[in-house]
């Protein structure tokens, strides 16, 4: 009975342990024990192989943001007219530079005839009360005139200066020169001066044309300091800030990069499209550039100096493990012994990656910046 018992029992075990699965040992696709890997130079070289060292890079968050080139309010110009008149002639053409004060156009109005007269007979009238208020101020001070007498010349006076002077703004407003009036130059035709320098961008009128008061005549602008009016996502408004870094392009010339800084930060959010507009400075100098040009940028926000590696240098897998390789340089076989090391990545931006190491690496350390790819292959290789 005894051995009936043991029989049956080791019959049990028998069956359960062929019901049992096979224990298969799992590792990663590169294990501790294929962590090495050894070349000589001249393979390096055939796999392009190169190496350097952890850098120190000014990295930041970036935000992307398309606009495109405006100018600012003062670089733009609508010439109009302050008198309404017939236009007599043309001194520009579309295209055509000009300088602040250059004569624009020329227009004509009778009311220019009555200015300048009126001028002339406010200007001989101070003259007058001028003199007969010096002569009565001097009786007075001798008691030879009343008060009455004094403050009556005084007050005529007051009148003479104000008529006059309204007479003088006048004529400055129009441009027409005081003291070519004086001489007796009385003009028909009145000269229409730019405002600022710039080019003529639009022409608005034609020869013989009346120009209303209301009328833009032409548009100039002043291309000389144009910037960009970015669109940013309410969303990412809280990272900007004036003074940050932009780099943008064109995008009539993707292959050309340039420098800018946020220069104001809008403070309204655009219905469409939920944005927010923020202008940025151009800091280089950049020829040809137009308003209305579309941009692309990207915003550096919270720039600091911190630890990189080129984008190259680093292999990712399923964005949990994250390693390179190093290297100590030729040993005393005349190879280099190339050893893997995990890192964290962060920031990203110029082809350049932060970098937070596990563990620290020797002093004297090179590290793969390219070819990394293969040095992983052949360490697979050794895994079969």
């Given at each position: 009975?005894?051995k009936?018992?043991?029989?049956?029992g080791?019959?049990?075990?028998l069956?359960?342990?062929?019901?049992?699965?096979?224990?298969?040992?799992?590792?990663?696709?590169?294990?501790?024990?294929?962590?090495?890997?050894?070349?000589?130079?001249?393979?390096?070289?055939?796999?392009h192989?190169?190496?350097?060292?952890?850098?120190?890079?000014?990295?930041?968050?970036?935000?992307?943001?398309?606009?495109?080139?405006?100018l600012?309010?003062?670089k733009?110009?609508?010439?109009?007219?302050?008198?309404?008149?017939?236009?007599q002639s043309?001194?520009?053409?579309?295209g055509?530079?000009?300088?602040?004060?250059?004569?624009?156009?020329?227009?004509?109005?009778?009311?220019?005839i009555?200015?300048?007269?009126?001028?002339?007979?406010?200007?001989?009238?101070?003259?007058?009360?001028?003199?007969?208020?010096?002569?009565?101020?001097?009786l007075?001070?001798?008691?030879?005139?009343?008060?009455?007498?004094f403050?009556?010349?005084?007050a005529?006076?007051?009148?003479?200066?104000?008529?006059?002077?309204?007479?003088?703004?006048?004529?400055?407003?129009?441009?027409?020169?005081e003291?070519?009036?004086?001489?007796?130059?009385?003009?028909?035709?009145v000269?229409i001066?730019?405002?600022?320098?710039?080019?003529?961008?639009?022409?608005?009128?034609?020869?013989?044309?009346?120009?209303?008061?209301n009328?833009?005549?032409?548009?100039?602008?002043?291309l000389?300091?144009?910037?960009?009016?970015?669109?940013?996502?309410?969303?990412?408004?809280?990272?900007?800030?004036?003074?940050?870094?932009?780099?943008?392009?064109?995008?009539?010339?993707?292959?050309?990069?340039?420098?800018?800084?946020?220069?104001?930060?809008?403070?309204?959010?655009?219905?469409?499209?939920?944005?927010?507009?923020?202008?940025?400075?151009?800091?280089n100098?950049?020829?040809?550039?137009?308003?209305?040009m579309?941009?692309?940028?990207?915003?550096?926000?919270?720039?600091?100096?911190m630890?990189?590696?080129?984008?190259?240098?680093?292999i990712?897998?399923?964005?949990?493990?994250?390693?390179?390789?190093?290297?100590?340089?030729?040993?005393?076989?005349?190879?280099?012994?190339?050893?893997?090391?995990?890192?964290?990545?962060?920031?990203?931006?110029?082809?350049?990656?932060?970098v937070?190491l596990?563990?620290?690496?020797?002093?004297?350390?090179?590290?793969?910046?390219?070819?990394?790819?293969y040095?992983?292959s052949?360490?697979?290789?050794?895994?079969?």
């Amino acid at each position: 009975m005894e051995k009936r018992i043991i029989f049956i029992g080791l019959i049990t075990l028998l069956a359960y342990s062929c019901s049992q699965p096979e224990q298969i040992e799992t590792k990663d696709t590169l294990s501790e024990n294929a962590n090495t890997i050894s070349f000589s130079k001249s393979v390096m070289d055939k796999n392009h192989i190169t190496l350097g060292h952890i850098e120190q890079k000014t990295l930041s968050k970036d935000i992307s943001a398309r606009g495109q080139v405006v100018l600012l309010p003062e670089k733009m110009a609508d010439v109009s007219v302050l008198m309404g008149g017939t236009l007599q002639s043309f001194k520009i053409a579309r295209g055509q530079k000009v300088n602040k004060g250059d004569v624009l156009a020329t227009y004509s109005n009778p009311e220019f005839i009555n200015i300048q007269q009126q001028y002339l007979i406010n200007k001989a009238e101070l003259d007058m009360k001028t003199m007969d208020f010096n002569r009565q101020r001097e009786l007075w001070e001798q008691q030879v005139k009343s008060d009455k007498e004094f403050q009556q010349a005084q007050a005529e006076f007051s009148i003479a200066r104000a008529n006059f002077e309204a007479s003088k703004a006048k004529l400055k407003m129009l441009s027409i020169s005081e003291e070519k009036v004086q001489n007796g130059m009385i003009k028909s035709e009145v000269s229409i001066l730019s405002p600022i320098g710039g080019t003529v961008d639009r022409i608005f009128v034609k020869m013989g044309e009346y120009l209303d008061v209301n009328q833009a005549f032409c548009q100039i602008n002043d291309l000389s300091n144009p910037i960009v009016q970015l669109n940013v996502f309410e969303k990412d408004i809280q990272y900007i800030k004036t003074g940050q870094r932009v780099t943008f392009q064109l995008t009539s010339s993707v292959n050309k990069e340039y420098e800018a800084k946020v220069k104001y930060v809008g403070v309204s959010v655009e219905d469409a499209g939920r944005v927010i507009n923020v202008m940025v400075e151009i800091t280089n100098d950049i020829p040809d550039l137009i308003p209305g040009m579309f941009v692309s940028s990207v915003i550096h926000t919270g720039e600091s100096v911190m630890d990189a590696l080129p984008e190259t240098a680093i292999i990712i897998e399923n964005d949990t493990s994250k390693y390179s390789f190093y290297t100590l340089g030729p040993n005393e076989n005349d190879t280099y012994e190339f050893f893997r090391f995990y890192l964290e990545t962060g920031l990203v931006e110029d082809d350049y990656v932060q970098v937070k190491l596990e563990k620290p690496l020797p002093e004297n350390a090179f590290v793969v910046t390219h070819g990394v790819y293969y040095l992983k292959s052949e360490m697979l290789k050794n895994l079969e």
